[in-house]
């Protein structure tokens, strides 16, 4: 560890939240979307195979979906695919509410928001994030949010983690970033962020520090942790 956390007086720092798998599991509808549009297609995946798509643009999931099925279609009638895929996934988010927050996060949010050296950010790869943030009543949180809509390329590639850096105006290296995706942590740390994995150990082991979810822990003690690497 060669960077250092800025001290705690320090103003300018963020945290940066993706959405999906750390503030709300959307996964699941993600899941029941895709399979309906691969059973439509007259083929099906697994659950195990969904794990693959976390944290991946909605057009490479599709061209990842369409590669487990062995088929493949013009750049247009894969556009109509994904359009109507979203168009399901987007009946199931639109009956979301609060109490699809994953547990803890409101403490987290709370914690961090309370603290004058932070912002906070949202770094997530889905288009509809500001849609599902407004569903479950979390918008109010965020001084940036970053969607799939906002950058060139998907993670691992960091440049939706140096935006909302950058947007908050927080050097990437006062970053602390909570993702759950293997992915979205190797993204986090070619921004120079320092970054909590949110799920298992095996998946995840890459980040900095790693917990099954926020349930046991308060964002004083994750903040302590950093400036204990210092
Ligand atoms: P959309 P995250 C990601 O969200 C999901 O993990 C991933 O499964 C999904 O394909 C991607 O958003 C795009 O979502 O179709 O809504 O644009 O984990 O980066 O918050
Ligand atoms: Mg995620």
Known sequence: MTDLFLAK??????????????IVDTAKYHFV??????NS???DFTERENEKLKGVSRIDSLNLILEWGGMNFSEKVKANLAFSKNEDYLSYIKEMDESEILPNVVGILEGIYKNPNYKIGLGSASKNAKLILDQVGLTKYFDFIVDGSMVTHGKPHPEGFLL????MKVLPENCIVFEDA???VEAALAARMFTVGIGREDDLGHAHLVM????KTTFAEI????LGLV
């Open 9 to 22: 007086e320090d103003i300018r720092k963020a945290c940066i939240f993706d959405l999906d798998g750390v």
């Open 33 to 38: 979307a895709w399979r309906n549009l691969a």
């Open 41 to 43: 297609l007259g083929f």
């Open 164 to 167: 909302a850096a950058s947007e």
């Open 182 to 184: 293997p992915k979205g």
């Open 212 to 215: 099954a979810d926020f349930s």
């Open 223 to 226: 903040e302590d942790f950093f």
